[in-house]
């Protein structure tokens, strides 16, 4: 077992998580802030304290590495991507919500990255994080229970005996089909609408506050696109007879002022972009119908060409950073 690392160069999963780690941090940190900067409720600004210093951590562990294994560290965000002086754009029911999405988005990516780690300190660094996001997800919901603002999935009968499927309509689409959902079936979709839901309201804040027409045009697409997949999702729970999550909307205020650059911005809604896309994956994945598969594997193509459009945004106005990539060995091959 390799108990040191002083010569173990890292792996290409070790830098592509270690840069898409320092970048999403480096934006959280920014983000948490302007956050403090108006939180009302006390024990709410403990969690996005809490939920900061978790980041600040992140950053100052991943420099160290950086800079002994003499590897280029990424831009990330900094002071200069915030507004400390811009008004409330969120309410602090809207601070918890965030923090619990983002809890959730971190719970599914580090229990992916820890898989492809070997370096012992990488190892134990994501293994913390991962541990951490756990530890965020517990105060977030604690919280939400004790604000009366947790949005439980919705309940469904207790299975009282043994059954097998006996219908093909159970899984496949047409005249017949069941209207019942399995369990996992709820749990996405719900997840999904509040998924969207947040997204919806964060591409309302960023259209209010963006200060190039083309991120403003974008982030206004982005809030269509979001109640759109809203709806779908949405059909499905209503023709089941189960409850909608309801909107983040009403939650946004009417500040125009920016507490964020365009850039980070448009990496935060990216970043968003990138976890719905993987969590309609595993949603195919736990689906038993295929109309409903059928669906996701439609928006994800619709979101995928979304998503090309704001790379596009960014390349254009130099925001987005390269991350690590394997080498060109045709061109290593030239003369």
């Not at 002071?79 to 923090?99: C, K, P, Q, W």
Request: one cysteine or more; proline letters at 3%; charged letters at 20%.
């Amino acid at each position: 077992m390799e108990n040191h690392h002083d010569h173990i160069s890292l792996t290409s999963a070790e830098l592509a998580n270690m840069w898409t780690t320092y970048l999403a941090d480096t934006m959280a940190i920014c983000v948490f802030k302007h956050f403090l900067e108006h939180i009302e409720d006390d024990e709410v600004k403990k969690l996005v304290t809490f939920a900061m210093e978790l980041s600040e951590k992140h950053v100052h562990f991943l420099r160290e590495i950086y800079t002994s294994e003499n590897v280029q560290i990424p831009q990330g965000f900094t002071e200069e991507d915030v507004n400390l002086e811009a008004g409330r754009l969120f309410s602090d029911t809207f601070y918890v919500n965030y923090i619990k999405q983002m809890a959730k988005g971190g719970l599914v990516t580090y229990g992916r990255v820890v898989q492809n780690m070997y370096r012992q300190d990488l190892l134990v660094f994501f293994n913390s994080c991962l541990s951490e996001a756990v530890e965020l997800n517990k105060r977030a919901t604690q919280l939400m229970l004790e604000l009366g603002i947790a949005l439980r999935p919705p309940n469904i009968p207790y299975p009282n005996q043994l059954e097998f499927v006996q219908k093909h309509s159970f899984v496949l689409e047409g005249l017949g089909r069941r209207q019942e959902l399995t369990g996992s079936e709820v749990t996405n979709l719900f997840s999904n609408v509040q998924s969207n839901h947040l997204g919806s309201a964060l591409a309302r804040a960023f259209s209010q506050v963006a200060q190039s027409e083309k991120t403003r045009h974008f982030f206004i697409k982005g809030k269509e696109i979001a109640l759109k997949h809203i709806k779908v999702f949405g059909t499905y729970l209503d023709l089941a007879s189960l409850p909608v999550p309801m909107t983040y909307d009403n939650e946004v205020t009417k500040s125009q002022v920016a507490p964020f650059s365009d850039k980070l911005m448009m990496f935060h809604f990216s970043l968003m972009i990138y976890t719905g896309v993987g969590n309609y994956g595993i949603s195919i994945s736990e689906s038993q119908r295929s109309d409903m598969v059928a669906d996701y594997l439609r928006l994800i193509g619709e979101v995928l060409k979304y998503s090309e459009e704001g790379a596009n945004i960014m390349i254009a106005n130099q925001w987005l950073e390269q991350p690590p990539l394997s080498a060109d060995r045709k061109e290593l091959a030239k003369d």
